[in-house]
């Protein structure tokens, strides 16, 4: 029983963690406007399968 409830705390603590990324990247976003265009996206995308580049 303790180790599901560890287990299940250490799963909420990381969709915490993951929606409060998501909301800082939002808010930053809605300051800024800056975004990142479809067009440099599906480049990298088609850079991944060739190159092996990794996304910052």
């Known amino acids: ?6 287990r299940f ?9 993951e929606r409060r990324l998501v909301l800082d990247r939002w808010k930053k976003y809605e300051i800024t406007g800056e975004a990142i265009g479809h067009d440099k996206v599906a480049e ?13």
């Open 1 to 6: 029983m303790k180790l599901a409830i560890e």
């Open 9 to 17: 705390l250490d799963e909420e603590e990381a969709l915490e963690k």
């Open 44 to 56: 990298w995308a088609a850079n991944l399968r060739t190159s092996g580049t990794k996304f910052d």
